[in-house]
C-alpha cells in the first residue's frame, strides 16, 4: 500500500521594521530584559495600539512577490488567551480579512518546477519570552519581544515531502531576504516554521487527520521532522491504527517528536474584531507606490543574468545567493563592462576567498571599482592571471589599492614596448641552434626560446605579447630565407 | 470660592483675588470636611496638589496664559491614569497598581494649568449604573445620603454636586457619566466617540467609552471639553481634526430655527410621572425659547439594551483578561500553579458584576454562539446608527430623559441586575451610534432628587448641544440648586 505526505508549512517571520507593530519601541534583538517596553507593548491598563504602517507595507511587499492578492483595507482581531508571554491575554492579529491572500510560491524540485499555494498571509504582534530558572524552580518575563511584528505565511497543504517543504522554505527566505522586511535567522527566531502533516492513500482527494509540529528552528530540522512524522503516521496507519489530531514538538537533538496537546484541549480563542483600531483603507495609490518599489527578486535575476549575459546557470545561483552578492555582481559588471568576467570573479575567485576566511556573503565588503579596474587590466592584458588573482587577494584581505599594489610589485605586464623586443632579438641572436630547431618544427625550440626572453623580463613579462613578438620575429628570418 | 464656577475661579486667580495653593487648600478643606459622608473621593494627593499647584502659580505670576480653567482644581475618576497616583478602578484587582503614565486628558488638563488633586470612586471597572459596585463602597448621593449617586461615575458626580470639586472627569460607556449627572443635579457632557482620546483610560468597552467632563454648568463643561479633545496619536479611534472651539456667547436667550426631536416612546411606559412632567417641562422651555420642538417614534427600542450588554460585555471579557495576577494588581496568596494563579486571582479579585461581565462576554464571543450574539448585536448596532443618522436629517438634536426615575436607596436594586440594566435605556443607543449629549439638570422628583435630561447631537455636533444648554442654562435655574439648600 503506498502513501502520499501532505504538507502545509505556517511560516512565521518576523519583520526588521525599526520598531514595533504597536508602539514606538525598537525591535533590536537580544536587549537587556524589559529594556525595550513601554506602556503599549506590555499592556498596561489604559494603553491603545497605535499601527506602525511600515508593517502594512513589508506585508504588502511579500503578498506581490509570492503572487497575492493585497486587501483594499487593514482590518486587525483580537486572539484571546492566557499565557504569561502575553502581558494583554491577547494577540492582535488577523482572522477575518488577512492582509494577503491566495498567492503561491514557485520551487524547483530536481528538473521540474512546481506551484505551492499560499492560503494567506497576516500580520500580528508576537509574544514575549519566558525564562525558567531550573534551580530556583522561578520563570522570568521579558517583554522585549512583546509587539515586534510579525508575518503568519500559511500555504495550502500543496507539499509532498520534506525536501519540498525545504524548498519552500530556501525560497521564501531568499524573498524575505531579497524584499529585506526578515533577517530570517532562524536560531534567533525571527523566521519560525510549524508543519501541518497528513498522509493518504495515493489517489485519495480526502485529507487524513493531521498533526502540527512545532519548534523548528532550522530547515534541515523542518525536512527531517517531515520524513519522521510521515513515517510515523504511516507505520500507526498500516497497523490499523489511527492518528489523533494533536500538536507535537519537535526535538531536533532527538530526532523524534511528542505530543504536546490533542485536539480536545484545543482553545477557543474567542476572535473578534480589534475595536481599538479602526479599518484604515490602503489605497491604489499606496499599492501602485509599493509595487514601483518592489526590488527585482532572486529568481528574477536568474532569468535576466542568463538572458542578457549569458552567465551559466551555476554561476547565476551563486551570484544571487545572498542579495548583497547580486549587488556587487552587477555593479562590477556595470563598472568594467564585462559581465561575464565579473561572474567568473566573484563566482570563482571571491567565493574561494571568503570560504577561506569564513566570511559570510552578507558580510562581504568590498569596493567594485577596485576590482572592476582589475578586470578591465587582466582582460586587456596588461596583468597576468596569476597576478590578477594576487591582487584580488590583496584587495579582499588588506583592500589596497589595486594601482598602487600592481605598480609597487612591478606586476605590469611589458607588452608591445622595445624591451621586449630587444630581448626577443637577444634570444634569437644568443640561440641559433634553437631557432634552427624552430625551422625544423622543434615545438619545444619556441618554448625554449620564450623562456630566455621571459627570465629576462621578469613577471613583468605578458607571455602573449613575448609569443607574439617572437613568432613575428621568426617568420620575418623564415621569410628572407 | 465654592459659589464660584470653574471659569470664575480662574478668571479670579488670573486678577490674582486668588492664589492657586489658596484655592486647592480650600477644595481639600471641603473634602476633608465632607467626604467621609459621601464616599466620592477614593485619594486626594494633598502635597503632589500643593506642588503643582505653586508651579502653575508661579507660571502665571510669570505672564504665561495656559487656559480660561488655569489654576482650578479637578479630580480624575479612579479608572484614568494619573501617573504616579493609584489607579485601582475600585476593584480589589488593581490594588496597589501605580500607572507610570498620564491618560491624554489629564496630560491635557495640566498643561492647560488645572491641579489634579484625587481620584474619585466609581463601580468596578465603570460596571453599573449607582456606584454600588466598587471595592470601596457605595457612593452617597449629596442630596440623600441614603441614596445612590448613579454610575458609574458617581464618585465624579457626586463630588462636584457637593462642591468638593469644581470640575471632574468621567468615562460614560452606557450612560456612565449622563445618569450620575442626573441623579446628583450636575451637567455632563458625553462626547461624540473620536473626540476625546482613551490614552490612559482603564477599557471597559473600547468601542463605546468616551472620556468627559462633570461640572455645574454647561460653560464649565465646554471650557475643560475643549481642553481635552482632539486628535492624539496615542489613540487611532480618536479622529477629531481640532480641538472643539465652543467660542464665548454672551447669555444666548434664543434657539430660533433649531429643530428637536421628542422620542415619544420614551415617555411610554416605566419612565417614573416626576421624571417624564420635568423633561417634558424641558421641552417647552426650549420651544419657548423658539426651539421647534416635534415628537417622533424612535425605532429598535427593545434592541437597545441586549445589543449594548452583548457589545459592552464582549468587548470587556477581553479587555479585562490582562488582570491575571501576575504583572501587578491582586495575585491570590493561595494559588500554587499557573492555572491556579489565573482563577483564584480573578474568582478573588473582581467583584461580582464584573464576573457576571466577564462571563457573559465571553460566552457572547465562543464559537458557536459568536454569529447568534455578537454578530446579531453588531448588526443591530448598525442599524441603530442608521436610524439615528436619517433622524438627524430630521431634528438638530433629539431630547430625552437620561433614566427613567430619579436615585433610588441604596441597596435596592443590587440584587436584580436586570432591572439594574434596564435604567440605561434611555443612554446605551447614544454609544452604541457613537453620539455625543450632553445631560442637565431640569427640576427635582417627588422625593427632592434631581431630574435630568439629555440632549443629544450627530456625531461631533457638540457645538450645537453646547450652545442649546447655554440657552437652557441662562434661561432656568436648576443648575444653580445646591444640596443642603445652598445656591451655587
Known amino acids: ?481 | 470660592m465654592h459659589d464660584m464656577s470653574a471659569l470664575e475661579l480662574s478668571a479670579a486667580i488670573m486678577a490674582k483675588k486668588i492664589g492657586v495653593i489658596e484655592a486647592v487648600d480650600a477644595y481639600i478643606d471641603r473634602i476633608e470636611a465632607s467626604d467621609s459622608r459621601l464616599n466620592a473621593f477614593l485619594c486626594v494627593e494633598k502635597d503632589k496638589a500643593r506642588a503643582k499647584a505653586s508651579q502653575i502659580q508661579a507660571r502665571l505670576d510669570a505672564g504665561e496664559r495656559l487656559s480660561p480653567l488655569a489654576g482650578v482644581p479637578v479630580a480624575i475618576k479612579d479608572n484614568i491614569s494619573v501617573e504616579d497616583m493609584q489607579c485601582t478602578c475600585a476593584s480589589n484587582m488593581l490594588g496597589g497598581y501605580t500607572p507610570v503614565f498620564n491618560a491624554t486628558a489629564v496630560e491635557r488638563l495640566e498643561r492647560a494649568g488645572m491641579i489634579v488633586i484625587g481620584k474619585l470612586n466609581m463601580d468596578e471597572f465603570a460596571m453599573g449604573g449607582s456606584s454600588e459596585t466598587g471595592v470601596f463602597g457605595a457612593v452617597k448621593n449629596p442630596w440623600d445620603t441614603s441614596r445612590v449617586a448613579g454610575g458609574s461615575s458617581g464618585g465624579s458626580a457626586a463630588a462636584v454636586a457637593s462642591g468638593e470639586i469644581p470640575l471632574a472627569l468621567g468615562s460614560d460607556t452606557g450612560g456612565s457619566i449622563r445618569q450620575p449627572c442626573a441623579f446628583c443635579g450636575v451637567t455632563g457632557i458625553k462626547p461624540t466617540y473620536g473626540a476625546v482620546s482613551r490614552y490612559g483610560l482603564v477599557a471597559y468597552a473600547s468601542s463605546l467609552d468616551q472620556i468627559g467632563p462633570i461640572g455645574n454648568n454647561i460653560d464649565d463643561c465646554a471650557a475643560m471639553l475643549s481642553i481635552i479633545s482632539g486628535r492624539d496619536d496615542m489613540d487611532s479611534t480618536c479622529v477629531l481634526e481640532s480641538p472643539f472651539d465652543f467660542g464665548q456667547e454672551a447669555c444666548p436667550q434664543r434657539l430660533d430655527g433649531i429643530k428637536i426631536g421628542l422620542p415619544r416612546n420614551y415617555f411610554d411606559a416605566g419612565i417614573a410621572e416626576d421624571v417624564k412632567s420635568a423633561v417634558m417641562a424641558a421641552a417647552r422651555e426650549l420651544e419657548e425659547a423658539g426651539a421647534v420642538v416635534e415628537e417622533f417614534e424612535m425605532p429598535l427600542m427593545d434592541y437597545m439594551i441586549p445589543a449594548y450588554y452583548i457589545i459592552a460585555c464582549a468587548e470587556a471579557s477581553s479587555n479585562l483578561s490582562r488582570y491575571d495576577g501576575l504583572k501587578y494588581g491582586y495575585r491570590s496568596p493561595n494559588a500554587d500553579t499557573l492555572q491556579g494563579v489565573y482563577r483564584m486571582s480573578r474568582s478573588e479579585g473582581f467583584g461580582l458584576e464584573v464576573k457576571r461581565r466577564i462571563m457573559l462576554g465571553s460566552f457572547v464571543l465562543s464559537s458557536g454562539y459568536y454569529d447568534a450574539y455578537y454578530k446579531k448585536a453588531l448588526q443591530v448596532r448598525s442599524l441603530i446608527k442608521d436610524a439615528y443618522s436619517s433622524l438627524f436629517g430630521r431634528f438638530d438634536m433629539i431630547l430625552s430623559p437620561v433614566a427613567p426615575g430619579t436615585a433610588y436607596k441604596i441597596g435596592e436594586n443590587a440584587g436584580d441586575p436586570l432591572k439594574m440594566y434596564m435604567g440605561d435605556i434611555y443612554t446605551v443607543s447614544v454609544n452604541l451610534a457613537g453620539l455625543p449629549a450632553a445631560a442637565l439638570p431640569c427640576g427635582f422628583g417627588a422625593k427632592g432628587m434631581p431630574i435630568g435630561f439629555q440632549l443629544v447631537g450627530s456625531a461631533f455636533s457638540e457645538g450645537k448641544l453646547v450652545s442649546a444648554a447655554r440657552v437652557y442654562q441662562n434661561r432656568t435655574e436648576f443648575n444653580k440648586a445646591r444640596p443642603g439648600g445652598e445656591a451655587l
Not at chain 1, 180 to 207: H, P, T, W
Not at chain 1, 379 to 400: C, H, L, M, P, W
Open chain 1, 1 to 481: 500500500m503506498t502513501w502520499e505526505v501532505v504538507v502545509g508549512l505556517e511560516v512565521h517571520a518576523e519583520l526588521s521594521t525599526r520598531s514595533k507593530i504597536f508602539c514606538g519601541c525598537t525591535t533590536a534583538f537580544g536587549g537587556e530584559p524589559n529594556s525595550q517596553v513601554c506602556p503599549v507593548c506590555s499592556g498596561m491598563p489604559g494603553s491603545l495600539p497605535r499601527l506602525n504602517s511600515a508593517v502594512v507595507e513589508y506585508a504588502a511587499r511579500l503578498g506581490i512577490a509570492l503572487n497575492c492578492e493585497i486587501a483594499n483595507e487593514c482590518v486587525f482581531d483580537r486572539k484571546n488567551y492566557f499565557y504569561p508571554d502575553l502581558p494583554k491575554a491577547y494577540q492582535i492579529s488577523q482572522l477575518y480579512a488577512p492582509i494577503c491572500s491566495g498567492g503561491f510560491l514557485e520551487i524547483e524540485v530536481g528538473e521540474a518546477s512546481k506551484k505551492i499555494g499560499i492560503r494567506e498571509i497576516h500580520m500580528e504582534e508576537d509574544a514575549g519570552k519566558l525564562i525558567h530558572n531550573s534551580q530556583s524552580g522561578e520563570t522570568f518575563m521579558d517583554f522585549n519581544r512583546c509587539g515586534v511584528p510579525l508575518l503568519e505565511i500559511v500555504s495550502l497543504p500543496d507539499i509532498r515531502s520534506g525536501a519540498e517543504a525545504a524548498a519552500y522554505l530556501e525560497r521564501l527566505r531568499e524573498i524575505l531576504l531579497y524584499l529585506d522586511i526578515c533577517d530570517c535567522k532562524m536560531q534567533e527566531g525571527s523566521l519560525r516554521a510549524d508543519v501541518n502533516l497528513s498522509v493518504r492513500r495515493c489517489g485519495s482527494s480526502e485529507f487524513g487527520v493531521r498533526t502540527e509540529m512545532k519548534n523548528l528552528n532550522s530547515i534541515k530540522a523542518v525536512s527531517r521532522a517531515i520524513e519522521h512524522e510521515s513515517v510515523r503516521q504511516i507505520a500507526l496507519l498500516d497497523r490499523g491504527g489511527t492518528v489523533t489530531q494533536q500538536t507535537r514538538r519537535w526535538d531536533d537533538t532527538k530526532g523524534e517528536s511528542y505530543a504536546m496537546r490533542s485536539k480536545e484541549n484545543a482553545q477557543d480563542y474567542r476572535y473578534f474584531p480589534e475595536p481599538d483600531l479602526p479599518n484604515s483603507a490602503l489605497g491604489e495609490s499606496w499599492l501602485a507606490r509599493i509595487l514601483e518599489n518592489m526590488p527585482e527578486l532572486a529568481h528574477e535575476k536568474r532569468e535576466r543574468y542568463a538572458g542578457e549575459f549569458g552567465i551559466s546557470a551555476y554561476e547565476a545561483k551563486v551570484l544571487t545567493g545572498d542579495r548583497n552578492i547580486a549587488g556587487l555582481f552587477e555593479e562590477l559588471a556595470s563598472l568594467c563592462g564585462n559581465p561575464k568576467e565579473a561572474a567568473r570573479l566573484i563566482s570563482g575567485e571571491l567565493m574561494r576567498l571568503m570560504n577561506a576566511s569564513s566570511i559570510l556573503p552578507e558580510e562581504l565588503n568590498i569596493d567594485a571599482s577596485k576590482l572592476a579596474k582589475l578586470v578591465v587590466l587582466v582582460t586587456e592584458g596588461k596583468i597576468s592571471r596569476d597576478a590578477y588573482k594576487e591582487t584580488i587577494e590583496a584587495v579582499f584581505t588588506q583592500n589596497v589599492d589595486p594601482g598602487a599594489y600592481i605598480a609597487q610589485k612591478g606586476l605590469l605586464m611589458q607588452s608591445d614596448d622595445d624591451a621586449v623586443m630587444e630581448s626577443v632579438l637577444a634570444a634569437i641572436n644568443d640561440n641559433p641552434e634553437a631557432v634552427a630547431d624552430y625551422f625544423l618544427g622543434k615545438e619545444k625550440a619556441l618554448t625554449f626560446l620564450m623562456g630566455k626572453v621571459m627570465k629576462k623580463l621578469g613577471k613583468s613579462a605578458n607571455p602573449i605579447a613575448v609569443k607574439k613578438s617572437m613568432e613575428d620575429r621568426l617568420q620575418c628570418i623564415g621569410g628572407k630565407k
